[in-house]
């Protein structure tokens, strides 16, 4: 089995710059589908659009947009691609003492501090953060390198201080902790987002991380905080969730097209994760769909 690692990615700033800056235009971001991870926090400002979210063992779909803050080494995939409908995808990529020990030690931004503790598990933003945050993401493009720094360090505090989020996984996610395991887990991660269409047997995952079936288990329940089983539903109900908001498919369709093989199953499964049946997700979605 090839390519089962999340990828480690290099970033370096611009000359004469503490942080990465870049702005992806027509859904441009070749990055989109790869699993990595880095030591730099990363900002995320996705402006319209659909898409999946997977940062750490969570997964979700966006509708309108995204605003998303990433701690340093949480593995996660890209946001956009040439399907997703955004305007644009702006990333800032910033090392967790970019600003200097000293300076990230004073009474004025100590915020900071706490907001990139939270990020170690991904922070979504809801509407009104990302509203009144986005813009002024954008606006930095043309922004010459001391203004750039006072804006992001002006757009840090406010995120510090925004009421409207979520974070994405629980509390003691441990792969931002634990580097050296991330190869077992980033290898089940990958597995399942190239196989979900099809049967995964718990035995063959158990096999693949050279673990008894029981021990993987306890393992991946220590790790996500979520059962395997749990995980897999997950990633497929999300794709359906995609599927019904972009695609003229049936309802029945959706749920092979995303792994289920029973659809009493599919509608149960999509009830319990989503608070609604896959009819009712789509007619609200309707306005979405092409």
Same mark, same amino acid.
């Given at each position: 089995? $090839?390519?089962?690692?999340?990828?480690?990615?290099?970033?370096?700033p611009a000359f004469g710059s503490s942080f990465y800056y870049s702005k992806y235009v027509q859904n441009?971001?070749?990055?989109?589908? /790869?699993?990595?991870?880095?030591?730099?926090?990363? +900002?995320?400002?996705?402006?319209?659009?659909?898409?999946?979210? %997977?940062?750490? *063992?969570?997964? #979700? @779909?966006?509708?309108?947009?995204? /605003?998303?803050?990433?701690?340093?080494?949480?593995?996660?995939?890209?946001?956009?691609?040439?399907?997703?409908?955004?305007?644009?995808?702006?990333?800032?990529?910033?090392?967790?003492?970019? =600003?200097?020990?000293?300076? =990230?030690? =004073?009474?004025?931004?100590?915020?900071?501090? +706490?907001?990139?503790?939270?990020?170690?598990?991904?922070?979504?933003?809801?509407?009104?953060?990302? $509203? !009144?945050?986005?813009?002024?993401?954008?606006?930095?493009?043309? %922004?010459?390198p001391l203004e750039k720094l006072l804006s992001i360090i002006s757009i840090l505090n406010e995120l510090?201080?925004?009421?409207?989020?979520?974070? +994405?996984?629980?509390?003691?996610f441990a792969l931002e902790t634990q580097l050296q395991d991330n190869d077992r887990i980033n290898m089940?991660?990958?597995?399942?987002?190239?196989?979900?269409?099809?049967?995964?047997? +718990?035995?063959?995952?158990?096999?693949? !991380? #050279?673990?008894?079936?029981? *021990?993987?288990?306890?393992?991946?329940? $220590?790790?996500?905080?979520?059962?395997?089983?749990?995980?897999?539903?997950?990633?497929?109900?999300?794709? !359906?969730?995609?599927? =019904?908001?972009?695609?003229?498919?049936?309802?029945?369709?959706?749920? @092979?097209?995303?792994?289920?093989?029973?659809? *009493?199953?599919?509608?149960? &499964?999509?009830?319990?994760?989503?608070? $609604? &049946?896959? *009819? %009712? @997700?789509?007619?609200?979605?309707?306005?979405?769909? %092409?």
């Amino acid at each position: 089995m $090839k390519n089962l690692k999340a990828t480690y990615e290099v970033i370096e700033p611009a000359f004469g710059s503490s942080f990465y800056y870049s702005k992806y235009v027509q859904n441009a971001n070749i990055k989109a589908h /790869l699993w990595h991870y880095h030591p730099e926090i990363e +900002l995320v400002f996705v402006n319209g659009g659909t898409g999946k979210r %997977q940062i750490g *063992s969570h997964i #979700s @779909y966006y509708t309108d947009g995204d /605003l998303i803050l990433i701690g340093s080494n949480l593995p996660h995939c890209g946001f956009t691609d040439d399907h997703t409908g955004n305007k644009n995808e702006t990333v800032i990529q910033m090392k967790p003492d970019f =600003l200097g020990g000293a300076f =990230l030690a =004073l009474p004025e931004t100590k915020n900071i501090n +706490l907001l990139f503790e939270r990020a170690k598990g991904g922070i979504a933003f809801g509407e009104e953060t990302k $509203k !009144a945050i986005g813009e002024r993401i954008e606006l930095m493009e043309t %922004q010459p390198p001391l203004e750039k720094l006072l804006s992001i360090i002006s757009i840090l505090n406010e995120l510090e201080h925004a009421k409207d989020y979520k974070v +994405l996984n629980a509390e003691g996610f441990a792969l931002e902790t634990q580097l050296q395991d991330n190869d077992r887990i980033n290898m089940v991660f990958n597995h399942v987002k190239d196989n979900f269409r099809e049967v995964i047997e +718990l035995d063959d995952m158990a096999n693949m !991380a #050279s673990m008894t079936v029981p *021990s993987f288990c306890r393992y991946f329940k $220590k790790v996500t905080n979520k059962t395997f089983t749990r995980f897999v539903n997950e990633y497929r109900i999300v794709h !359906a969730c995609k599927l =019904l908001t972009e695609k003229q498919m049936s309802v029945a369709d959706v749920c @092979y097209e995303s792994g289920f093989n029973n659809f *009493s199953h599919f509608n149960k &499964s999509f009830k319990d994760f989503t608070g $609604k &049946s896959a *009819s %009712q @997700y789509r007619n609200e979605h309707k306005a979405l769909v %092409q």
